[in-house]
């Protein structure tokens, strides 16, 4: 009798390690990891990673490259939407974890697995976002999570696979790294609780340039396409561009506080120096070319956006709806927007567009009008103080 498959979500590290052997030699089954790259790997780490697999004893490994997808799919619609959890954090986790899901339950679907596996312990938001996307794509298939399940500590862990043979340092790093294409997550003990910042030796990227440099960034219908006047291969490639040149004055940093899926606060802190850029230029832009409205029903959007995605409602027909209007929006986003860059920090300092409402030839602010006369606002504020006056005279007993 075959053994039923299971595809694991794959990492390399001790929880998926553990869930290799617990899953073939405890289980029974016949595990196919996948790693899925969101942008966070270098090619020697994945295959570091896939050799690891093999030696744990699966049965095929396959490292699935979603990053384009990942870029067309969901980073340019944050851009789009201006999306800051909290005002704070551009979601550089909470958006990878569901095309990591999506493309793990696709390849199940592929090679005919009826278990789909994954590592995340039942405190935080991951084990919500697998589950959800997984029950969503793939409602045939049992969902295994044997680190939630079983409750093990990490010691209990590793005692379990030397138990079979698996005999390595685990070392527990100080702090918990998360790279992706949208920004890296760092957790340790200073996210743990309300106060203390994270030490400059816990962020990956350190500063390496501390003079100050003047960077154009172009936009092309609310795509960033090139940087210092050169047009980039793609918006990916933008994208990594432009972390590396602001990486190297260590811009991005932060902590972020928010409400997690599952009911409690958490703090984590991030470095994403090309998403903060690149949101901020964009707003800047659009803040120029869009009408009041258009700028309000967008940040509406935008927020809720980021709210269902954070929270696992990607695949929610209605997160279609909000990318048709936000896309909508972005056919005249396009213009130069001139930043500088310094140690720690960046500012926007100006925009070039054809599409710039501040013209000049209808007037200048708090200077001179040239499209409406003194008598024109005299009349329109009498108009639009109207109900109020009334309001105002009616409730005062006048």
């Known amino acids: 009798m075959s053994k039923p498959k299971v595809i694991l979500a794959f990492s390399g590290g001790l929880d998926t390690s553990f869930c290799v052997k617990y899953l073939s030699e405890e289980r029974g089954m016949e595990v196919h990891s996948a790693l899925v790259d969101t942008g966070g790997f270098s090619p020697e780490e994945l295959k570091a990673i896939e050799e690891k697999a093999y030696n744990l004893g699966v049965a095929s490994h396959v490292t699935l490259d979603v990053v384009e997808n990942y870029y067309q799919d969901c980073i340019r619609f944050l851009v789009y939407g201006n999306v800051l959890k909290n005002n704070t954090y551009p979601l550089s986790v909470s958006a990878e974890r569901v095309f990591q899901a999506t493309a793990v339950a696709?390849?199940?679907?592929?090679?005919?697995?009826?278990?789909?596996?994954?590592?995340?312990?039942?405190?935080?938001?991951?084990?919500?976002?697998?589950?959800?996307?997984?029950?969503?794509?793939?409602?045939?298939?049992?969902?295994?999570?044997?680190?939630?399940?079983?409750q093990l500590s990490r010691e209990a862990e590793i005692d379990f696979l030397k138990s079979k043979g698996v005999v390595q340092e685990w070392h527990k790093a100080a702090y918990s790294i998360n790279k992706g294409l949208w920004g890296t997550s760092v957790g340790g003990k200073e996210t743990l609780t309300s106060s203390g910042y994270l030490p400059e030796d816990a962020w990956p990227t350190h500063l390496t340039k501390s003079e100050p440099s003047a960077i154009s960034l172009e936009f092309e219908a609310g795509q960033l396409v090139g940087i210092n006047g050169k047009k980039s291969a793609n918006s990916v490639a933008a994208i990594r561009e432009l972390t590396e040149l602001a990486g190297a004055y260590a811009i991005g940093r932060d902590i972020h506080v928010g409400d997690t899926i599952i009911g409690i606060k958490g703090r984590v802190g991030f470095e994403a120096p090309a998403p903060l850029i690149i949101i901020k230029a964009h707003h800047t832009l659009e803040k120029h070319i869009l009408t009041k409205h258009q700028l309000y029903w967008k940040q509406n959007i935008g927020d809720m956006y980021g709210t269902l995605l954070h929270e696992g409602q990607f695949l929610d027909p209605v997160m279609r709806n909000f990318e048709n209007f936000l896309e909508n929006t972005q056919s005249n986003v396009t213009g130069k927007v001139f930043v500088q860059l310094s140690p720690y920090q960046f500012h926007v300092t100006g925009i070039e567009s054809p599409f710039d409402l501040m013209s000049s030839k209808f007037g200048a602010y708090g200077e001179m009008n040239k499209a409406w006369s003194g008598d024109d606002v005299r009349g329109f504020s009498k108009i639009v103080s109207n109900q109020t006056m009334i309001h105002n005279l009616v409730n005062s007993g006048k």
């Open 106 to 150: 696709k390849y199940a679907q592929e090679i005919g697995a009826k278990a789909i596996a994954h590592g995340s312990t039942g405190a935080g938001n991951d084990q919500v976002r697998f589950d959800v996307v997984f029950r969503i794509m793939a409602p045939e298939c049992e969902v295994i999570t044997p680190i939630r399940d079983l």
